[in-house]
C-alpha cells in the first residue's frame, strides 16, 4: 500500500465516526501522492502524520440559562490545528450539527486554506452545538459569555484569534470580544469579524461571499471570459451567500436562487439589488425564513426542502455558475450531474467542502471550472488577516484599500492554484494546485521548525 493510501486508512481506525473528518483529510491527502516522489524529505521527517494530528483539540463544557430560568449544558470546542506558519486562525460555528468530526475537518481544510492566502496565519476551528436559531438576544448573550468563560483561557492575538462561521455573525462576535475584554481586561485583535466601532475591518463581511466571486472570475479569464452576464445559481442565505449575490450583481451576473436549512427560491428575473436589500434584511435583522422572499416576490418560487429526494431541486435549473454558500456536501454526484447537464460551467465554493467527492469527480470529469473552497473562500481569512494586521498597527484602512488587498489575495491564490496544478501535469485542476500548494508551504515550515 501506498504511504498516502497507509496513512488515509490509519486516520480513519484511530478517529473512528469522524466521517467528515475522514472525508477531508482522504481528499487533501490523495492529491499529495505527487509530493510523495518529489519531496523525501518530508517523508523522511514523516510531516504527512504529523500534519494529519491537530496540535491539541480542546474540549469544553458550556453551561447557560435561558430565559425562563433552565440550565442547559452544550459542547464547546476549539481545535488549534497547526502552528507552523502563524498563530492559529479559523471561525466558530454554532449549529446543532456541530461535533469534533466537523471540528477537525473544518480545521484541517483552514491549514492548507490559510496557507494559500499569502498571510503568515496557521490553523484552527471551534464551535458548539448550541444553536442560536429561535433563541433571545439575551440568551445569545449569555451563552457566549458562557463559551467564552472557558476559551479565552486558550487564545490570544499571538496564538489564537478566533471568527465568525455558521451561526457566528457579527452579533456573536460582538458578545463574545465583550466577555473576553471584561474578563481579560486587554482590548487586543484576539477576535476576528469585529464591528467597525471596536476594531473590526471594513469588508470583513463581505470578503468571503466577494472573495469566491473574483476567484469565479479569475478562473473565467484564463478563459478569456468574464462573469458579465451570466446567470449563477447560490446557496445559503447567510454571510457568504449575500456577498456572493452582491458582487455578483455589481459584475452583471445575474443570482437566482437562494436558500435556508427549510427550502429555496428560484427568481428567474434575478435577484437585484433591491430584493438583496429585502433579503438580507429578512435574514439578518428580522432573523427570518428565506420562504418571505417569495411571499414578497410574485415572481419567484418557493420549494421547500423534501427529505424523500436523493438530490437538492436547487442544483437542477439552466444556469451558467454556481455558488454553493450553505454548508458542507450540498453537492452530491447526482447533483453534480444537474449542474453540468444544465450547463454550469462555473463552480466556486463558498462554503467549506459543499462537494461530495463523487461530486468533485463529476466536475473534474467533464472539465468544468472547479474552485475548491480551501481557495475560492479564503478571501474571508484573508480579510481576517488584514484585521490582525490593523488591530497590530492600531491603524484602520478605508474600503477601497481593503478590497484591493482582497482582489490581489484571490489572483494571487488563483495562481498558485493554477501554476501549481500545471507544474504537476494537470493544468486548471484546481482542487489539486490548491492542495499541493498550501501543503508545501506548511511542510517547508514544519521541517524547519524541527520535530515539536
Ligand atoms: P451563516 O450562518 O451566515 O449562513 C449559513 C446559511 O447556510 C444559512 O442560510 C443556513 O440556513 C444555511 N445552512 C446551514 N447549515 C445548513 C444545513 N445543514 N442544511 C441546509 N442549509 C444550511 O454562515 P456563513 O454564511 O458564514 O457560512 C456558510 C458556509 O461558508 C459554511 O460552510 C462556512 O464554513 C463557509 N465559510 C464561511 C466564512 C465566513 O467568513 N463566514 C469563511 C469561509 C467559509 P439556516 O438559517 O436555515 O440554518
Aim: hydrophobic content about 35%.
Amino acid at each position: 500500500m501506498s504511504l498516502i493510501k497507509d496513512l488515509v486508512e490509519k486516520v480513519k481506525a484511530k478517529n473512528p465516526a469522524e466521517v467528515e473528518f475522514h472525508q477531508a483529510v482522504e481528499e487533501v491527502m490523495e492529491s499529495l501522492e505527487p509530493t510523495v516522489e518529489r519531496h523525501p524529505e518530508f517523508v523522511k521527517a514523516n510531516i504527512y502524520e504529523r500534519i494529519v494530528e491537530p496540535d491539541r483539540s480542546i474540549l469544553f463544557r458550556v453551561p447557560w440559562v435561558d430565559d425562563k430560568g433552565n440550565v442547559h449544558v452544550q459542547k464547546g470546542f476549539r481545535v488549534e490545528y497547526n502552528m507552523a506558519i502563524g498563530p492559529y486562525k479559523g471561525g466558530l460555528r454554532f449549529h446543532p450539527s456541530v461535533n469534533l468530526g466537523i471540528i477537525k475537518f473544518l480545521g484541517f481544510e483552514q491549514v492548507f486554506k490559510n496557507s494559500l492566502t499569502t498571510l503568515p496565519m496557521g490553523g484552527g476551528k471551534g464551535g458548539s452545538d448550541f444553536d442560536p436559531k429561535g433563541k433571545s438576544d439575551n440568551e445569545v448573550m449569555r451563552f457566549c459569555q458562557a463559551f467564552m468563560r472557558e476559551l479565552f483561557r486558550h487564545i490570544g492575538p499571538n496564538t489564537d484569534v478566533p471568527a465568525g462561521d455558521i451561526g457566528v455573525g457579527g452579533r456573536e462576535i460582538g458578545y463574545l470580544f465583550g466577555y473576553y475584554k471584561k474578563i481579560r481586561n486587554e482590548h487586543t485583535g484576539v477576535l476576528t469579524g469585529k464591528g467597525l466601532e471596536y476594531g473590526g475591518s471594513l469588508i470583513r463581511p463581505e470578503a468571503t461571499g466577494y472573495g469566491a466571486v473574483y476567484f469565479a472570475a479569475e478562473m473565467l479569464n484564463v478563459k478569456g471570459e468574464s462573469l458579465e452576464g451570466k446567470t449563477a445559481l447560490v446557496s445559503g442565505s447567510g454571510n457568504v451567500a449575500q456577498f456572493t449575490c452582491e458582487k455578483l450583481i455589481d459584475l452583471g451576473a445575474k443570482p437566482m436562487t437562494l436558500s435556508d436549512s427549510s427550502g429555496y427560491i428560484y427568481d428567474e428575473a434575478g435577484i437585484d439589488r433591491e430584493k438583496l436589500d429585502f433579503a438580507m434584511d429578512l435574514k439578518n435583522v428580522r432573523r427570518g425564513r428565506i420562504k418571505e422572499y417569495a411571499e414578497k416576490y410574485s415572481g419567484a418560487v418557493y420549494t421547500p426542502v423534501d427529505p424523500s429526494l436523493d438530490y437538492n431541486p436547487l442544483w437542477n435549473h439552466k444556469a451558467d455558475t454556481a455558488f454553493p454558500s450553505a454548508t458542507q456536501n450540498e453537492i452530491n454526484e447526482k447533483d453534480a450531474r444537474n449542474l453540468v447537464n444544465n450547463g454550469v460551467k462555473v463552480v466556486s465554493e463558498g462554503a467549506n467542502m459543499p462537494t461530495t467527492p463523487e461530486g468533485i469527480n463529476v466536475f473534474l470529469d467533464k472539465k468544468i471550472l472547479y474552485g475548491p473552497g480551501k481557495a475560492a473562500n479564503a478571501g474571508g481569512v484573508a480579510v481576517s488577516g488584514l484585521e490582525m494586521s490593523q488591530n497590530s498597527l492600531r491603524l484602520s484602512w478605508s474600503r477601497e484599500e481593503v478590497d484591493q488587498k482582497l482582489q490581489g489575495i484571490m489572483k494571487a491564490i488563483h495562481k498558485a492554484a493554477y501554476e501549481t496544478s500545471k507544474a504537476y501535469g494537470d493544468a486548471g485542476n484546481y482542487p489539486l494546485g490548491a492542495n499541493i500548494a498550501g501543503f508545501v508551504k506548511v511542510a517547508k515550515a514544519m521541517l524547519a521548525g524541527g520535530v515539536v
